[in-house]
């Protein structure tokens, strides 16, 4: 191979190159990489010249094959590439079809001779470099001279077809000149391009930071190399005024509050030092013309001018957190006195009895005695004025000694924490004492006051909640409005220790619940007339490990107080659904069982859903479940009661009204609820046969037959109860004359007896 094959090849072998590098530093410019393969390809173009060139039949048909391949190739990237670099869009279907057009093309041309394909070969490249200047029209001058070029590279390729072999040295020597120019223009444009792109991108970065609210400042080392408008009003800097650096320490000490600038200056200088551990913060700051500031920042890494700076974002946040401060004020603060309030005791007394930071103290709990007087008497602007300054004076007289908040209304709470709380206590309580002695001075009125204060204190590592402390000062404080004046009661250390208890219990009870601690037992109800079995009340009973068999009694209000009654109810209602099942699997002869509702429960809209899904897990009849709702329950919520009562007797399920005649009982309940049986408390029975008892056990039975309602007798313990409660008109009797309350299988054996068996071993007459 001659020498200006070999310079022809390493021209566009170099361009080529160029690039594809071009193209990997900037991607954007997609059309250097088509346009660099193609000079690659053509690169190639003399070796299969040369090699079509030999006589042997393999060399020959390989430079053939070679020869159409490149020459396709060549024509499909360069047309490719100056589409994109023109808008065109060519897409892999459109590039794949033109690229097969073109190998049948070339076939064909040399398949008639070298001296027509080479003519062929110059048409068809003129013809692309015509069609790539008409692409090239409206764009920059130095793409419409890469298109000239182009034009005379297919012109050259006529040399050849005129002159033949002749004329090879020549074509070549100028094809290699023409590719390196053609090269260099190629260059030259995607490097005007990525110059002109970088600048555009600088232009926007300038415009967008220049009119954007939030502040932006560039830092190489310790230099601020770029701050934005935003920046320097945020900071209030004014440019007739020097300034100290930003970030330096100068800076810092201007624009940070004493509080935090040892933590701003370490920031600082790991920020100077290129180690940004936490790309975001925020905290007060100081403006240079002494506006108070909160301000959130940003940091990252970036480069500029080839350097490693970071960019700081600045955001102004001063109105939103003073916003957000204010609601957070008026949630934790009463409105009248500006004091903290219950939420923030509550909250205070979570921090103060935290297990793992226990702090000793004392809560002391202030009420006001007679103070509806001061509003009825003078109108409710007087008493807020007497709550602002009693607020006003214990301020005053005990301030540094404890924390005031006001919990609502005439109570007040004062929080003595520190060592030896009790103590402490006594002195702020006799402080308080000595205050109120004296009368509470307001431009037009004079008035003396009396307190009533409860004093609960809590030592460091006492297992109790916050709602257990203030419930204990409250129980001491309710004591001390009973005792005339104003006066102190100390929570007792039984109250405490109770609390203890209490607190434990509800933990036991809990997991009670989870580990299925609980059973039924099942106290017969017979029939007055006959003492036939009709049905049993479903009483649960906790196995507590370690404390034996607990009545309801000591753990029901547990848990209503805790919300786990709503469980546990549940937990009753299939327990005993369950066993009504168990019966009638075992063929006997079932009677209804009647299950016991908690007030929660019946605050439940879905108590009826659960009542009725227990019942069809069960595939039990309605009729054999009876619930049973206390009279003070029914009265205190008669309107839901009445929609759940309505709800449940229209699924069949019988309600009874317990503990009748304990409450606030009234004609009305009975006639407008839908019950079916009113349970008689055992305290009316009791008494009887006494005839005052009789006759209120009497006409309560008459009022029942009147609105069609059976009487259930409870607490029948003796023979002369039975009789008395028949005779009355009580058509059920339950107590322990008949049995305690009985395991399931000491259940089941009342079920299998029959009724007279039951009677012999009463001995009772019917």
């Not at 107080?561 to 099942?581: E, V």
């Not at 479940?625 to 709800?647: G, K």
Request: glycine share 8%; aromatic share 8%.
């Amino acid at each position: 191979m001659s020498p200006i094959f070999v310079l022809y090849t390493l021209v566009t072998l170099s361009t080529g190159l160029a690039l594809l590098l071009v193209w990997r530093h900037d991607r954007t410019q997609g059309f250097t990489a088509l346009l660099g393969l193609s000079h690659l390809i053509f690169s190639f173009s003399p070796l299969a010249y040369f090699a079509m060139q030999r006589p042997e039949p393999l060399w020959h048909g390989l430079g053939v094959g070679a020869l159409v391949l490149i020459s396709s190739l060549y024509v499909t990237f360069l047309l490719t590439g100056f589409g994109q670099l023109s808008g065109r869009r060519v897409t892999w279907r459109q590039g794949a079809l033109g690229l097969l057009a073109l190998c049948v093309f070339h076939g064909v041309l040399l398949a008639g001779g070298r001296e027509l394909a080479q003519g062929g070969f110059a048409t068809l490249n003129t013809l692309a470099g015509l069609l790539v200047a008409r692409w090239m029209v409206r764009l920059r001058p130095v793409d419409r001279f890469c298109a000239v070029v182009l034009v005379l590279c297919g012109l050259n390729q006529f040399t050849y077809a005129f002159l033949g072999d002749a004329g090879t040295q020549q074509q070549t020597v100028v094809a290699t000149g023409l590719r390196l120019v053609l090269g260099l223009a190629l260059l030259y444009g995607a490097l005007t391009r990525s110059s002109r792109e970088f600048r555009r991108m600088r232009d926007r970065f300038f415009e967008l930071t220049d009119r954007s609210q939030q502040g932006v400042v560039v830092l190489c080392g310790s230099e601020a190399v770029y701050r934005n408008p935003a920046f320097q009003r945020i900071f209030g800097m004014d440019p007739a005024r020097p300034a100290p650096p930003v970030f330096s320490a100068a800076w810092l000490d201007a624009t940070t509050p004493p509080e935090v600038r040892e933590a701003a200056h370490r920031r600082a200088r790991d920020l100077v030092a290129g180690r940004v551990q936490d790309p975001e913060w925020e905290g007060p700051r100081i403006s240079l013309d002494g506006r108070a500031l909160y301000l959130r920042f940003r940091a990252w890494q970036v480069d500029w001018d080839n350097r490693p700076a970071l960019q700081v974002v600045v955001s102004d946040e001063t109105a939103s957190h003073a916003a957000a401060q204010a609601l957070w004020w008026q949630a934790t603060h009463d409105e009248l006195t500006g004091l903290p309030n219950r939420s923030a005791l509550l909250r205070r007394l979570r921090e103060l009895v935290d297990p793992a930071r226990p702090h000793p103290f004392a809560l002391i709990l202030l009420d006001v005695d007679r103070f509806k007087s001061f509003n009825d008497a003078h109108g409710h602007e007087v008493g807020d004025a007497v709550l602002q300054a009693l607020a006003q004076a214990i301020l005053a007289q005990v301030g540094d000694q404890a924390e005031l908040l006001r919990l609502g209304e005439d109570e007040f709470a004062l929080l003595v924490c520190g060592e030896a709380p009790e103590a402490r206590a006594r002195t702020v309580t006799d402080a308080i004492r000595a205050l109120v002695r004296d009368p509470l001075v307001l431009p037009d009125h004079r008035f003396y006051l009396d307190v009533s204060m409860g004093v609960a204190c809590h030592a460091a590592g006492m297992a109790a909640s916050p709602e257990q402390v203030l419930q204990a000062a409250n129980a001491a404080m309710r004591l001390a409005k009973r005792l005339p004046g104003t006066s102190v009661q100390w929570a007792a250390e039984q109250i405490r220790q109770e609390l203890a208890a209490s607190f434990g219990a509800e933990q036991a009870l809990r997991a009670g619940l989870r580990n299925e601690e609980f059973a039924l037992v099942y106290q017969p109800k017979v029939r007055s007339s006959d003492r036939a079995l009709i049905g049993f009340e479903a009483l649960v009973r906790w196995d507590r490990p370690g404390h034996g068999r607990i009545s309801p009694l000591d753990f029901i209000p547990a848990a209503e107080r805790t919300g786990l009654i709503m469980q546990l109810g549940a937990l009753i209602l299939h327990r005993a659904c369950a066993q009504l099942a168990a019966w009638r699997d075992a063929g006997l002869p079932v009677v209804p069982v009647a299950v016991n509702v908690s007030p929660l429960q019946l605050l439940d809209t879905g108590f009826p859903h659960t009542v009725i899904g227990a019942l069809q897990t069960h595939k039990l009849p309605p009729a054999w479940l009876t619930l049973e709702i206390t009279e003070s329950a029914a009265v205190t919520h008669m309107d839901q009661a009445y929609e759940q009562i309505r709800l449940l007797r229209e699924a069949g399920v019988e309600v009874a009204l317990d503990d009748f005649g304990t409450g606030f009982s009234s004609l009305n309940m009975l006639r407008s609820l839908p019950l079916h049986t009113v349970k008689i408390d055992r305290s009316l029975i009791s008494p009887m046969p006494e005839p005052d008892a009789v006759a209120v056990v009497t006409a309560i039975c008459q009022l029942a037959a009147v609105l069609h309602l059976d009487v259930v007798a409870e607490g029948v313990e003796t023979q002369q109860h039975a009789q008395a409660a028949r005779q009355a008109g009580c058509q059920v009797l339950q107590g322990y004359l008949f049995a305690a309350p009985l395991g399931a299988d000491q259940a089941t054996d009342w079920l299998r007896a029959p009724p007279v068996a039951q009677l012999d071993a009463l001995d009772v007459p019917a």
